[in-house]
């Protein structure tokens, strides 16, 4: 069984669409996250729900909202797409309240705006 | 402003030898640190991690290292295999960060046979 899935894995679409990107965690995990990889393969977190509430939200562009309908699922929607979205993002769970720093990631998301 | 930094983009081992992956950091706020191993189109994997209460952590093949007063910490493989050969990225986070890891731009490690 995935522990975090994402789906789609991949996804080309053009300037000014809007998607979404999906990630599901079976593990149980209280606490989930979205990580941005870029070009030069940098991750850098984007957001973070624990228990359904936003707790980290770095300084991205509000065309970015990330929903969390239960505490297994934390889905990405981005707007009006632009051409520096294109990356790789990353859905990661971990269990914050038992004092758990390790994050389990999902396979990735490789976004391509056109 | 890089807060955790891995110097090495790249480093070549025979099979066999041992593997020594460095990673520095500057936020003294720091207090745990992981280790991922990132393979082409997957995910990042959990490898190894410490806590800055400890200045070692060993698991079977893989051991980390953390010198606080220095800011740095390192990875041991020893003996380095070819599946072994990935992006490994140093990652480090802070309770008081809500456990956000902040992570370096990885290592690529090739291990030849």
């Known amino acids: 069984d995935t522990a975090v899935s994402q789906t789609p894995k991949y996804l080309v679409t053009q300037m000014g669409n809007d998607k979404s990107i999906k990630c599901e965690q079976n593990?149980?995990?209280?606490?989930m996250y979205w990580y941005k990889q870029d070009s030069k393969k940098f991750l850098k977190i984007m957001f973070s729900y624990n228990n359904k509430e936003l707790i980290i939200n770095e300084t991205v562009p509000n065309r970015f909202s990330p929903k969390s309908p239960d505490k297994a699922h934390l889905n990405l929607h981005i707007n009006s797409l632009e051409l520096g979205d294109s990356a790789v993002y990353f859905c990661?769970?971990?269990?914050?309240?038992?004092?758990?720093?390790?994050?389990?990631f999902g396979p990735g998301t490789r976004l391509t705006v056109t | 402003d890089q807060q955790v930094k891995q110097n090495s983009p790249s480093l070549s081992v025979q099979e066999g030898r041992i593997s020594i992956l460095n990673c520095d950091y500057t936020?003294?706020?720091?207090?745990?640190f992981l280790w991922y191993k990132k393979y082409p189109a997957e995910g990042p994997t959990f490898l190894i991690s410490?806590?800055?209460?400890?200045d070692k952590n060993e698991d079977g093949r893989f051991t980390v290292f953390l010198n606080k007063s220095a800011k740095h910490l390192s990875l041991h493989i020893v003996p380095s295999q070819p599946g072994d050969s990935a992006v490994y990225f140093c990652?480090?986070?802070?309770?008081?960060?809500?456990?956000?890891?902040?992570f370096g731009t990885g290592t690529r490690l090739l291990v030849s046979p």
């Open positions: 990652a480090a986070s802070a309770k008081a960060g809500f456990q956000k890891l902040v």
């Open positions: 990661a769970s971990s269990q914050v309240l038992a004092g758990g720093y390790e994050q389990y």
């Open positions: 936020n003294s706020m720091f207090d745990y």
């Open positions: 593990l149980g995990h209280d606490t």
């Open positions: 410490i806590s800055s209460i400890k």
